[in-house]
């Protein structure tokens, strides 16, 4: 699946034939658009007269996109880390036993990597995707209770593949502790400023103002002095599975019809994911930024549980020669798994507040 290609010759017959297995006599672009992030493209590749193929195409190019997006340079450090880390979870991860066992990732038809793996400047990084066609996945922007269901069944069946089984090729190739949030995949934030932001939300937002007492400043005060206790936590947990890192609604597809076999939801993105001591990380930010806030509100304890249930059965269910559920068998248990969601909620705001709401106002939600 890896290749080393000049970028030139990304979408040249030559090179998707290789990439698809067949002989493809004709490349169009269907749609392109350029991202902060990357370039994407959707392609179609055509064996005259045979059938039209549609993919999708992810490049990474750190010079183009420097000269249209203004970051420091230690940001674009980091950001040539996350797609390095995306493209090594596609190499090494099992993609279609994932998708055997309901956990939909699109498949990597392939991998190309160009340029000095030392010199972020001269890399450029692309992927060959699955499509996923329009006509049969939806976005949403917020999740009804029923789809935030099936997001964390997609959440559980996944933490619940990798748990104490991780590849060593792909353990050593991921970030240690993925989510995009981490202390040090974010070396510019200005945690000193978490006092400061709580206090600017509370005075920008009517819902804020039930908050805004002295009892809960001094808490956001305690968080800032805590971040540094709260991220060795997170490290020093012993890594039990892979976490996606960035389980948000923009990265969701939801099936119109489920296929048998492939489950509901799909995922992409893989820029932010790595190994965990819990999943979640990735069930706290689903929750906190891609929920309906009045189910939210609601459902709660009962969206936890229904992750919690659905891990704990299907690690069960991994560790019995029957392939039985043994409901007397708890490789998880709920004090550590309350714990490790209380953590993860502190790690992730103790990030938040500073980097993403700092001096946010309504005009700009």
Same mark, same amino acid.
């Given at each position: 699946?890896?290749?080393?290609r000049?970028?030139a010759?990304?979408?040249s017959t030559?090179v998707?034939?290789e990439?698809?297995?067949?002989?493809v006599?004709t490349?169009?672009?269907v749609d392109?658009w350029?991202?902060?992030?990357s370039d994407?493209?959707?392609?179609?590749?055509?064996?005259e007269?045979?059938?039209?193929?549609?993919?999708?195409?992810?490049t990474?190019?750190?010079?183009r996109?420097?000269?249209r997006a203004?970051k420091?340079?230690?940001?674009?450090?980091?950001?040539?880390?996350?797609?390095a880390?995306?493209c090594?979870?596609y190499?090494?991860a099992p993609?279609d036993?994932?998708?055997?066992c309901?956990?939909?990732?699109?498949?990597?038809?392939?991998?190309w990597m160009?340029?000095?793996?030392t010199?972020a400047?001269?890399?450029?990084?692309?992927?060959?995707?699955e499509?996923l066609p329009?006509?049969?996945?939806?976005?949403a922007y917020?999740?009804?209770l029923?789809?935030?269901r099936?997001a964390?069944?997609?959440l559980?069946?996944?933490h619940a593949?990798?748990w104490?089984?991780?590849?060593?090729?792909l353990k050593t190739?991921l970030?240690?502790?993925?989510?995009?949030?981490?202390?040090?995949?974010?070396p510019?934030?200005?945690?000193?400023?978490?006092?400061?932001? $709580?206090s600017?939300?509370c005075?920008?937002? /009517?819902? =804020?103002r &039930?908050?805004?007492?002295p009892?809960?400043?001094r *808490?956001?005060?305690?968080l800032?002095?805590?971040?540094?206790r709260?991220s060795a936590?997170?490290?020093?947990a012993a890594?039990?599975?892979v976490?996606?890192?960035?389980?948000?609604?923009?990265?969701l597809?939801f099936?119109?019809?489920?296929?048998q076999g492939?489950?509901?939801?799909?995922?992409?993105?893989?820029q932010?994911?790595?190994c965990?001591?819990s999943?979640?990380?990735?069930?706290?930010y689903?929750?906190v930024?891609?929920?309906?806030?009045?189910?939210?509100?609601?459902?709660e304890?009962l969206l936890?549980?229904?992750?919690?249930?659905l891990?704990?059965?299907l690690?069960?269910?991994?560790?019995?020669?029957?392939a039985?559920?043994?409901?007397t068998?708890?490789?998880y248990?709920r004090?550590?798994?309350? $714990?490790?969601y209380k953590?993860?909620?502190? /790690?992730? =705001?103790? &990030?938040a507040?500073?980097?993403?709401?700092?001096? *946010?106002t309504?005009?700009?939600c």
């Open positions: 699946m890896e290749a080393v000049p970028a010759e990304l979408l030559a998707l034939s990439a698809l297995g067949r002989s006599r490349v169009s672009i392109a350029p991202l902060e992030q994407c493209a959707v392609v179609d590749a055509t064996d007269p045979g059938p039209t193929e549609r993919s999708f195409v992810k990474l190019n750190l010079p996109l420097a000269a203004n420091p340079g230690k940001d674009w450090t980091i950001s040539m880390q996350s797609w880390n995306e090594a979870f190499r090494f993609i036993r994932l998708n055997a309901g956990v939909h990732v699109p498949r990597a038809l392939h991998v160009t340029g000095d793996a010199d400047q001269s890399r450029e990084l692309s992927m060959l995707l499509y329009q006509d049969r996945f939806n976005h917020f999740l009804s029923e789809q935030a099936q964390i069944a997609f559980a069946r996944f593949f990798f104490d089984e991780i590849d060593e090729r190739s970030f240690s502790r993925g989510c995009w949030w981490r202390k040090q995949l974010r510019a934030v200005k945690f000193d400023n978490i006092p400061a932001a $709580f600017g939300l005075h920008n937002f /009517d819902s =804020f &039930t908050l805004d007492t009892e809960n400043h *808490l956001m005060a305690l800032r002095d805590d971040v540094p709260i936590l997170v490290s020093a890594a039990r599975t976490v996606h890192g960035d389980f948000k609604t923009a990265n597809f099936a119109a019809t489920p296929t492939t489950g509901s939801v799909a995922a992409i993105d893989f932010w994911t790595g965990g001591g999943g979640c990380g990735d069930l706290v689903l929750l930024s891609g929920v309906d806030p009045q189910a939210i509100i609601e459902s304890d936890k549980d229904g992750y919690y249930g891990l704990c059965e690690l069960a269910t991994k560790r019995t020669a029957e039985i559920p043994d409901p068998y708890c490789v248990s004090t550590q798994f309350e $714990f490790d953590l993860e909620l502190l /790690d992730y =705001f103790s &990030t507040l500073p980097y993403l709401l700092n001096g *946010l309504p005009d700009e």
